[in-house]
């Protein structure tokens, strides 16, 4: 609540920059899409940006972990802190591409 009245935010929550949806089983099939979380926009001079995350990449995996839904990259991002570096592995174009993020502040 400190945090709140002092700075307007909560401290220390990572953010990753990006806004997105998920793609079930389902759309992947019938769109031909790899299944995970479509990225339909990233924040200027965020991490993802940074990491080179583009739009309308499709984020299958995160430190390791599988992401299938909102859910899943919330979990996984939570276990971090603003400024530690994981591994992102992209489907863009049907290539897997691996690209290193460092988280910011969520504000």
Known sequence: MEQLIKYGYVRGRPAIG???REI???YA???GLAQ???VTDVVEGSGAEKAGIRRGDVIVS???KTVETVRDLDT???SYKPGDTVTVVVDR?????SLSLTF???K
Request: hydrophobic share 30%.
């Open 29 to 31: 099939s019938y769109f």
């Open 76 to 78: 996984i991002k939570e």
């Open 62 to 64: 995160m430190a390791g």
């Open 93 to 97: 174009n049907g290539r897997k591409v």
């Open 104 to 106: 910011s502040e969520e």
């Open 18 to 20: 990006i806004s997105g």
């Open 36 to 38: 995970g979380i479509y």
């Open 24 to 26: 079930s089983s389902v």
